[in-house]
């Protein structure tokens, strides 16, 4: 049996401990840790913002924040042993020089500083002045920062320079926590460790690949946010293709982030330019009406809380993408991405190619395509499917489609399957940056979007409109009708 690997513990920094992301994600998943049992017994949790509390009355807000956002039950042995962990530092982060007082709590002899940067990227240039300030840091300090990096390629490097003025790059940890997904991070075995795809996944066999992130939540508050993001940059810059160069990038030479990171940029950097020239083809642009989610009446994006309803920002994003490389010629990525769909989805579908002749013509005039479905969420899993058939004793054969279904609930019912957030607070805690994005992929990637919001500022597009509750746009349906496919539903 494997020895379970001690690693030095930390003091894990959270600044903006009492907003939105760390109220509803990072206590939840450093709970999940501590009941599983991956936190070091030495490692300590430092909230920081600029409330005038104390220690006793955080503890209370993270109990609060278990109670109300906690899937399972809460287990008294485990709070016990997570709130010990627990501690408040006041400070304004916007005061260079209150920095000064982590340097009485903090000992990086004995624990390693992990800074969590859970605010607003126009607060990370003051964290790293008042943390470089401070003198606090050394080398084996780090620091984890969230989306967005930026809006644009202008402002994502003028971020990371701020940054890395402080950090250099190693100690840098940028989050995507759908790479902390089972099923995302699965691609890699399922790509590179069985050889029925390892050898069939490239322009010979696969038709089309469709990727699909759909939100059935509308703003939910975030108007101010969402409205000056859009979905094209709140979702599809990062989640889907991250996802994207998963499926696409060549095989690394081995798992170490370096070799990783390398193929992935390989991918962004073939990606297919969208720009003025093409960009009435290649995208779609919708945002949502008034309608119904589950029976339920929704109202349209400009009439939520808040809304300028002069927005042309658009809630929903289709687009065809192209990978100019060997393995990849002429094989179509459809991606779209939306909020107040159908339903909550986040799923691969990749096409293969149909039998160039028909033998079974008595049960289908053209043999339909298998088809490889990996589910990112809900319903964490991979389905195959195919033709068998159907089992009697009459003249003819008759096929019918059938699934092969690997749902990662059944399959490994003794094995817990942890969420994004979860797994990558954890590779943050322990120095491993094979899960997080470098600098030259957040580069790429948005040098990649910026040519498509620029088309579209040239054409002055406006968002198609599309009832809640539904797909999308119907110009989304066009756009890959007109190649001769259809969107999985």
């Known amino acids: 049996m494997t020895e379970k690997k001690i690693y030095k513990p930390c003091d894990l920094v959270i600044f903006g401990a009492l907003g939105d992301l760390s109220k509803r994600k990072l206590i939840i998943s450093l709970y999940g840790l501590e009941k599983a049992n991956f936190i070091e017994p ?36 485990v709070w016990q042993r997570f709130s010990a962990r627990l501690s408040y530092l006041k400070i304004d982060l916007t005061q260079l020089d209150q920095y000064q007082r982590l340097n009485a709590i903090i000992d990086q002899n004995a624990r390693i500083m992990v800074n969590y940067f859970a605010v607003a990227p126009f607060l990370f240039k003051n964290i790293c002045q008042g943390l470089a300030k401070s003198g606090i840091l050394t080398e084996s300090s780090r620091m984890v920062m969230e989306k967005p990096i930026g809006h644009d390629l202008k402002s994502s490097r003028e971020i990371n320079d701020e940054v890395v003025s402080v950090f250099n790059e190693k100690q840098v940890y940028r989050i995507d926590h759908y790479l902390g ?48 993001t859009g979905q094209l940059r709140d979702m599809l810059q990062n989640h889907l293709l991250q996802i994207l160069t998963f ?16 193929e992935k940029i390989k991918v962004l950097k073939a990606l297919r330019p969208i720009t003025a020239s093409n960009i009435e083809e290649k995208t779609v642009r919708g945002q949502y009406t008034a309608g119904y989610i589950k029976g339920n009446a929704v109202p349209g994006y400009l009439e939520e809380d808040g809304a300028n309803t002069e927005s042309t920002t658009e809630s929903f994003v ?67 499917e195919m033709l068998n058939k159907i089992p009697g004793i009459d003249e003819h054969i008759k096929l019918k489609k059938t699934k092969l279904d690997l749902s990662f609930s059944d399959a490994f019912k003794q094995s817990r399957i942890f969420g994004g957030y979860e797994k990558l607070v954890l590779e943050a805690m322990r120095g491993n940056p094979t899960l997080f994005l470098s600098r030259q992929e957040i580069e790429q ?35 890959i009708a007109r190649d001769g496919r259809a969107w999985e539903e």
């Not at 990637?445 to 040519?451: G, H, L, R, Y």
């Not at 088309?455 to 349906?477: C, E, L, N």
């Open 181 to 228: 997904k089972e099923t995302v991070l699965n691609l890699l075995a399922l790509r590179f460790a069985n050889s029925i795809f390892t050898t069939n996944w490239n322009h010979n066999t696969i038709d089309h690949i469709q990727i699909t992130v759909a939100e059935e939540v509308g703003i939910e508050g975030r108007w101010d946010y969402f409205d000056k």
């Open 42 to 77: 030495d490692t300590r949790i430092i909230g920081v913002d600029r409330l005038d509390i104390d220690n006793s009355e955080f503890i209370e807000i993270a109990l609060k924040s278990l109670q109300s956002f906690l899937t399972d039950d809460l287990e008294d042995t």
């Open 247 to 262: 499926i696409a990038m060549e095989p690394p030479a081995n798992l170490e982030a370096e070799s990783i990171h390398n």
């Open 318 to 384: 289709a687009l065809r993408v192209d990978i100019d490389n060997w393995r990849w010629a002429g094989v179509p990525f459809y991606l779209r991405t939306g909020k107040r769909l159908t339903g909550k989805r986040s799923e691969i579908v990749v096409y293969f190619k149909q039998l160039p002749h028909n033998i079974f013509k008595d049960s289908f005039r053209d043999l339909p395509p298998n088809k490889l479905i990996i589910h990112l969420q809900p319903n964490e899993g991979v389905e195959i």
């Open 445 to 479: 990637a948005w040098t990649w979007i910026d040519s498509i919001q620029n088309a579209w500022r040239h054409y002055k597009d406006t968002p198609k409109p599309y009832p809640a509750g539904t797909w999308g746009p119907v110009a989304s349906i066009a756009l």
